[in-house]
C-alpha cells in the first residue's frame, strides 16, 4: 500500500519520526523555518496521516533542527526544537492528538543553535544534549537528570507556556571552547576511541579545522584537539567507518576548496593526516552517507553550492574513485527542493540566472538524479519558491525575473514537468520572494521585493494558478530580502524587508485582506542583505 502523499509549502528545515502520542502508528514532525512553528503529523491506520497540527516556536524564531527522544524517562517521546534566531532550544513533552504540548525553554545565550544532538555523555539514564553554536566559537553539553530534578534557569516568552508540575529540564550548561574565529557550524557524536564512551566532532568554518573532544564517562570532556584542513572551510560533518577498520572515521565537507576531506580513524581518538576528494569545481556544503549500491560499503551524497551540482562518490575500501555529477544551467542563482512528480522522492529546482531557465532535476529516490530538463523563465531569473497555487496537489513554481521585472508563475503536471509561464508585472528589478497566505483566504499568495523602486508588491492567490496585483507598498531605499511572521500577536501575517540602500530593516505589519500599513523602518548601521529576526 502507497501511504499517503504529504505535499508541502512552508521552507522545511529539519524532520524527525516517532510515535508521539503512544497510538501504535509513527508520526512525523517538521520544523518550519519561515513559519516559526514546528507541524505534527500524527499517523494512523496503515501510513494515513491527520492534517499538520502547528506549534508556535516563537515569534522570529526560525526553528533550525528537530530531535526526538525521552527526556524525562516517562516511555513518551518528546521533542527538542533548536531556534536559530532566538538563541534558544524549546522541549515539547506529552502529546496527544488533539491538545497542547507542556514546554519548557533552555537560553543558549548569545549563541545561534545549528547543531543538536541528544545522548547520555555520563552514563547515568539522564538524556544530554550537545548543542553547536554558531558565532560564540563554542559547543555546549547541557546535562540532562531524567528524573524532575533540574538546576536550570528558565527563560519564558510571554506566549509560551510554562508547566512547572513537569520538571522535565537540564542541569546547568557546560560550555567548551572551539576556538578563536572558530563558527562552529556542524556537529557529530561517536565513539572515537573504542573505550565505550561517546566523543564529539565539529566542524569548524571560521578557523578550518576539525575539533575532537573526548568524553570522560562522567559528563566531562577533554580540551578540543584540532585537525588543520589547511586552505579549507570545513561546511558539515559525519563520522562513520569508510574502511572497514571497526574504527570510526571523520568525513567532511568543504565550502570554497572543491574536495571533501576524510580523516582515518586510529581507534584511540586520534587521526591520520586528511585524505581529500575532489569535487571537481564544485565546492561542498551538505552530504549524506548510506550504501547507494548495495556492495556492503558506504557512499557519499553530496551537496555543491557554488555550481548547484549533486556529486555521488561510490566508496571503495577507504577510497571513493568513483564520482557522478549532476550539472545545472548556466550561472545557478538559487535552489529548492520539492517532490514534482508525486513519487515521494525528492526533486530539486534550480533558476538558472544567465540562461533564462529553471532546470528540474527529479530523483530516484537512491540517491541519483535524472539528467536536467530545462523551462523558460523570464530574463535573469533570480529566485524560487514553490506551492501548491491551483489547489490540484502538485507543486507549483514561483520566480522573479530580475532583469524584465516580472514574476512568472509555472503550473506543474503530476509527471514533474511544467506548463508554460504565466507572467506577472512587478516593480522594477525583483529580487526575492515569499509564498504564504497573506490574506486568510486558504489561498497562496506571493510577495515580492523591488530594489529599483524600493516596494513590495503583494499578489493575491485566486487558488486556480492565477494572480491579481493586489497592491504596492513602499518600503525602504533597495529593498532585498524579505520575511514574514506575527510580529505583533494579531493573527495577520506581517512582512519585514531588508533595506539595503538606508541600512534599515522595515516592518509593513498586516491589517487583513492582504493589506499592509506603512513600514515602520529600524537602523542597522550596515548594508543588510538578509536576516533573522530575534
Known sequence: MIPNEIEYTYSLRSVAIGDFDNDGWVD????????????????????????????????????????????NNDDRLDIIVANFCTNNIIILFEFQTGSSPSRIELSTGSSRVVWVHVTDLKNDSGKDIVIANYGTQSISVIFGYGNGIFQVQLHTQRDMILSLSWLDTFGTQKQLSTGSNSNTLSIAVGDLNNDAILDIAVANYGNKSIGVFLGKGDG?????????????????????????????????????????????????????????????????????????????????????????????????????????????????????????????????????????????????????????????????????????????????????????????????????????????????????????????????????????????????GSGNGSFAKHATYPAGVHPFGLAYGYFNKDNQLDIVVTNFGNNTVSVLFGLGGGDFGKPVAYSTRAYPLFFCCG
Not at 517538521?30 to 500524527?42: E, K
Not at 540562461?355 to 530538463?373: D, R
Not at 520566480?399 to 521585472?405: E, L, R, Y
Request: with cysteine; glycine share 8%.
Open 28 to 71: 512525523i514532525v517538521i520544523a518550519n523555518y519561515a513559519a516559526d512553528n514546528v507541524g505534527i503529523y500524527f499517523g494512523y491506520d496503515r501510513g494515513n496521516m491527520t492534517s499538520s497540527v502547528t506549534y508556535s516556536t516563537g515569534p522570529a524564531s526560525r526553528p533550525y533542527m528537530v530531535v526526538v527522544s525521552d527526556f
Open 220 to 460: 566531562n570532556l577533554t580540551s578540543q584537539t584540532t585537525y588543520s584542513l589547511d586552505t579549507a572551510f570545513p561546511y558539515s560533518i559525519g563520522i562513520a567507518d569508510f574502511n572497514k577498520g571497526n574504527r570510526m572515521d571523520i568525513a567532511v565537507t568543504n565550502n570554497g576548496s572543491n574536495n571533501i576531506d576524510i580523516l582515518l580513524g586510529y581507534g584511540n581518538g586520534s587521526f591520520a593526516n586528511v585524505t581529500s576528494y575532489s569535487t571537481g569545481s564544485s565546492s561542498s556544503i551538505s552530504f549524506a552517507i548510506c550504501d547507494l549500491n548495495r556492495d556492503d560499503r558506504l557512499d557519499l551524497v553530496i551537496v555543491n553550492n557554488d555550481t548547484n551540482t549533486i556529486d555521488i562518490l561510490l566508496g571503495y575500501d577507504e577510497f571513493f574513485p568513483i564520482q557522478t555529477k549532476y550539472p545545472t544551467g548556466n550561472r545557478p542563482s538559487y535552489v529548492v527542493a520539492s517532490d514534482f512528480n508525486r513519487d515521494i522522492v525528492a526533486d530539486i529546482a534550480v533558476t538558472n540566472l544567465h540562461s533564462n531557465t529553471v532546470s528540474i532535476l527529479l530523483g530516484y529516490g537512491n540517491g541519483s538524479f535524472a539528467s536536467k530538463v530545462d523551462f523558460i523563465t523570464g530574463t535573469a531569473p533570480l529566485s524560487i519558491a514553490v506551492g501548491d497555487f491551483n489547489n490540484d496537489r502538485i507543486v507549483d513554481i514561483a520566480v522573479t525575473n530580475h532583469h524584465d521585472n516580472t514574476i512568472s508563475i509555472l503550473l506543474g503536471f503530476s509527471n514533474g514537468t511544467f506548463a508554460k509561464q504565466q507572467i506577472y508585472a512587478t516593480g522594477n528589478t525583483p529580487y526575492y520572494l515569499a509564498v504564504n497566505d497573506f490574506n486568510n483566504d486558504n489561498q497562496l499568495d506571493i510577495c515580492v521585493t523591488n530594489f529599483d523602486s524600493s516596494t513590495v508588491s503583494v499578489f493575491l
